[in-house]
């Protein structure tokens, strides 16, 4: 099936995600149809991310506005594709149909990723409380689809290349309610559970922040990239935050964890290898970081330690992208080897910035002027 295309050229807002009645459709209502609203970037911003937003409610209602419609308009300005969720939920439809229809979500994505201008290996899911459940139940109940399926988005992997629960209910046993709507994800999760950004505040009284640690627990013992924070103030179902200037920092943070992630550009990182001197001599411990022109190209950097005289070298996983860069170099210490004496062997520490360009199998060999520095 593919997006239909109204006369004027245009894409519908809302596209269902079945043709036919829904699985498991108890009526015709607005309520049994699920569907996504499509909200696209400027075409000169867009990085062909694309990431589904599920909005709260604690599966009775949708808040598509807070939750939603803005988060969605917000994505957009930071060129990524945003598809709104309405999914099915009590009390007509039980959580496990608020799955499937987020499972159809992904897959419905994927197969019309070139008709979205989108990656469909850099598609990610975001939700908010039970919309935050029910993104980590995808991340965590995904299959490759079935090949035999005669529905051809069936055959799709229902599987998010991200995930980001915001102050998600993670396991309602756990939680101590509505255990049997809130089913255990913590429990799930594997190996191939999706790079997870989680979000919550100290303060939440409806959903506690420890239902984040639970999962992003689960998701260290199993070694899956991931990332937690944990705002002091602020109650249960703020979205964005957009009132807290400090709590609203949440999704900047999100936009660098996509950017390490390498979720916000298709192109690859490269291994890095090189040298770093001052006047001909080793520098002790030293930063080297890699700061891309190009905004959506992920940061690289290493740290070169005193024993390593000078030498570095940065995999591929953590490399950059070949570019133009400005790599600075924040020189720690001048010891070269170890010492317990305390002794001080620099003022302060120091920065240098220099442009270059990272080519793919050229090594990076600095020798910096000892004039040409900052003190930070």
């Given at each position: 099936?593919?997006?239909?295309?109204?006369?004027?050229?245009?894409?519908?807002?809302?596209?269902?995600?079945?043709?036919?009645?829904?699985?498991?459709?108890?009526?015709?209502?607005?309520?049994?149809?699920?569907?996504?609203?499509?909200?696209?970037?400027?075409?000169?911003?867009?990085?062909?991310?694309?990431?589904?937003?599920?909005?709260?409610?604690?599966?009775?209602?949708?808040?598509?506005?807070?939750?939603?419609?803005?988060?969605?308009?917000?994505?957009?300005?930071?060129?990524?594709?945003?598809?709104?969720?309405?999914?099915?939920?009590?009390?007509?439809?039980?959580?496990?149909?608020?799955?499937?229809?987020?499972?159809r979500a992904v897959r419905f994505v994927r197969y019309l990723s070139d008709d979205f201008e989108i990656d469909p290996d850099r598609i990610g899911m975001l939700g908010f409380s039970a919309g935050g459940h029910l993104t980590v139940a995808v991340g965590t109940g995904w299959d490759d689809g079935d090949d035999q399926s005669g529905d051809l988005i069936d055959r799709i992997s229902s599987r998010p290349n991200f995930l980001v629960p915001v102050y998600a209910v993670t396991n309602g046993e756990k939680r101590g309610k509505k255990a049997e709507e809130y089913t255990s994800t913590d429990t799930l999760v594997s190996g191939s559970t999706p790079p997870t950004f989680l979000v919550h505040t100290h303060e939440d009284s409806i959903v506690p922040a420890s239902q984040s640690t639970l999962f992003y627990d689960a998701l260290l013992a199993h070694k899956v990239p991931a990332e937690l924070h944990i705002f002091n103030k602020g109650e249960h179902g703020l979205g964005l935050m957009a009132g807290d200037p400090d709590g609203a920092q949440w999704g900047e943070l999100l936009v660098r964890w996509l950017r390490r992630q390498k979720l916000l550009t298709g192109k690859q990182r490269i291994s890095l290898s090189g040298t770093i001197t001052l006047t001909g001599e080793a520098m002790g411990m030293v930063w080297v970081t890699l700061i891309p022109e190009e905004p959506e190209y992920p940061i690289a950097r290493t740290r070169v330690q005193s024993d390593s005289e000078g030498r570095f070298l940065i995999p591929e996983s953590e490399g950059p992208i070949p570019g133009l860069y400005t790599v600075r170099v924040i020189h720690e210490s001048n010891l070269t080897g170890y010492s317990a004496t305390g002794i001080y062997t620099l003022e302060?520490?120091?920065?240098?910035?220099?442009?270059k360009e990272i080519i793919e199998g050229r090594p990076l060999v600095l020798d910096l002027d000892q004039k040409d520095f900052e003190i930070i």
């Open positions: 099936m593919k997006a239909k295309i109204d006369e004027a050229g245009i894409r519908p807002e809302a596209m269902s995600l079945w043709s036919d009645a829904a699985p498991m459709s108890e009526g015709s209502d607005m309520i049994d149809q699920p569907i996504l609203t499509v909200h696209r970037p400027d075409p000169e911003n867009c990085l062909g991310v694309a990431c589904i937003v599920a909005p709260g409610g604690g599966y009775r209602i949708l808040a598509s506005d807070h939750e939603g419609l803005q988060v969605a308009k917000w994505l957009n300005r930071r060129g990524i594709t945003a598809f709104v969720l309405r999914y099915r939920i009590a009390p007509k439809y039980h959580s496990s149909v608020s799955l499937l229809d987020g499972l302060d520490a120091r920065v240098y910035e220099i442009a």
